[in-house]
């Protein structure tokens, strides 16, 4: 579970955007079984959801109450998702990855927009990097995240947690 309340500058006075996310993954592998996230701002309400079966997904996109669904193909391998403010999911990514030993590995991501896009994305490990996390140095595992559009650093801790992540280029 994860909660996101943000104030927005609108122009005019701040908004709050608030937006909350459950989801639930299989014990033993973490493939995601469903995901729910509700987002609220300027008096709408938006819902997002996927629903893994054996050999496909249905994703649904839910405004103000009026909705629609599409059954897709499930893509080979574990899926991960990218829903806007949401950071606790390349948590979820890096705490999958955690025991894996790659130098580039390629990944399904769905990432849940105006309009949805399953993507190929890889995941490059580049080593260790000690950073400061709180007041002392930690070592930690450097992951770039993305495709050849957007790329994510991430740093991850020795229990496979996201310490730290960035979209290079807008620090």
Same mark, same amino acid.
């Given at each position: 579970r994860s909660k996101v309340d943000q104030q927005v500058p609108t122009g005019d006075n701040e908004t709050t955007l608030e937006? #909350?996310?459950?989801?639930?993954?299989?014990?033993? #592998?973490?493939?995601?079984?469903?995901?729910?996230?509700?987002?609220?701002?300027?008096?709408?309400?938006? @819902?997002? @959801?996927?629903s893994v079966a054996e050999t496909t997904m249905t994703v649904y996109r839910e405004v103000d109450g009026?909705? #629609?669904g599409t059954v897709l193909a499930l893509p080979p391998g574990r899926l991960f998702l990218i829903d806007p403010m949401l950071f606790s999911l390349f948590e979820y990514m890096c705490l999958s990855l955690k025991d894996h030993t790659f130098d580039t590995r390629p990944i399904s991501v769905l990432v849940l927009g105006p309009t949805d896009s399953l993507l190929e994305a890889r995941v490059t490990d580049l080593g260790k990097e000690s950073i400061r996390w709180g007041q002392k140095p930690v070592q930690t595992r450097k992951l770039k995240i993305g495709d050849d559009r957007t790329t994510f650093e991430a740093w991850v801790g020795p229990t496979?947690?996201?310490?730290?992540?960035?979209l290079p280029g807008q620090e």
């Open positions: 937006k #909350e996310m459950t989801l639930v993954a299989s014990r033993f #592998e973490f493939a995601i079984k469903t995901y729910n996230s509700t987002q609220k701002f300027r008096g709408r309400s938006l @819902g997002r @959801g996927v009026r909705g #629609e496979g947690g996201l310490l730290r992540l960035a």
